[in-house]
T-cell receptor, first 113, second 114 residues
Framework: SQKIEQNSEALNIQEGKTATLTCNYT??????LQWYRQDPGRGPVFLLL?????KEKRKERLKVTFDTTLKQSLFHITASQPADSATYLC????????????FGGGTRLMVKP | DAGITQSPRHKVTETGTPVTLRCHQT?????MYWYRQDPGHGLRLIHY???????DKGEVSDGYSVSRSKTEDFLLTLESATSSQTSVYFC?????????????FGAGTRLSVL
């Protein structure tokens, strides 16, 4: 079956450390992968997009990698802050049709002061 | 929330009653989506629209219908609500089809079917 998997267990880290979240997928060959942030009681908010021909993408303290051989994306937050605490979702266009996204279940990140 | 308004924000209804949720956008984006979000399942696509009167099914469309008579409004209807449709419903919009299809989400509607 086709799946997008994120660690369903919460990730707890200390402030100032680097948080690393994983998104694994099977049976897809996506042209790009997206990461979203979701705070409690709110809708997801787009953070970053990485294309299949890009190994790494950065935005301020965020870094995303995309390994199409391993079928995996890693999402890093450096110098993490309590305000980074949220659920992070990855999403793929599984059909490469450009009109639909399929989301992973999300990983909750808790940054402790 | 990127010019997206969902209404109502909260609703409690009884099994068997019809329910309509509304999504209104002020961005003039072509694509609009309805998702449901449940613990253990994440976000799942119900229906989407690629233009006025143009809609298509998503992953979990059974028991739901949609309509889009104007660019700015996308309605989700539960013809006869069931307890399994208790969920948080999100509307999203997207300006373009390809390649990125970055989506912008509303604040959500929490629906309880008793």
């Amino acid at each position: 079956s086709q799946k997008i998997e994120q660690n369903s267990e919460a990730l707890n880290i200390q402030e100032g450390k680097t948080a690393t979240l994983t998104c694994n997928y099977t049976n897809y060959s996506p042209a790009y992968l997206q990461w979203y942030r979701q705070d409690p009681g709110r809708g997801p908010v787009f953070l970053l997009l990485i294309r299949e021909n890009e190994k790494e993408k950065r935005k301020e303290r965020l870094k995303v990698t995309f390994d199409t051989t391993l079928k995996q994306s890693l999402f890093h937050i450096t110098a993490s802050q309590p305000a980074d605490s949220a659920t992070y979702l990855c999403a793929l266009d599984v059909n490469n049709a450009g009109n639909m996204l399929t989301f992973g279940g999300g990983t909750r990140l808790m940054v402790k002061p | 929330d990127a010019g997206i308004t969902q209404s109502p924000r909260h609703k409690v209804t009884e099994t068997g009653t019809p329910v309509t949720l509304r999504c209104h956008q002020t961005e003039n984006h072509r694509y609009m989506y309805w998702y449901r979000q449940d613990p253990g399942h994440g976000l799942r696509l119900i229906h989407y629209s690629y233009g006025v009167k143009d809609t298509d099914k998503g992953e979990v469309s059974d028991g739901y219908s949609v309509s889009r008579s104007k660019t700015e409004d996308f309605l989700l209807t539960l013809e006869s609500a069931t307890s399994s449709q208790t969920s948080v419903y999100f509307c999203a919009i997207s300006e373009s089809k390809s390649p990125e299809n970055i989506q912008y989400f509303g604040a959500g509607t929490r629906l309880s079917v008793l």
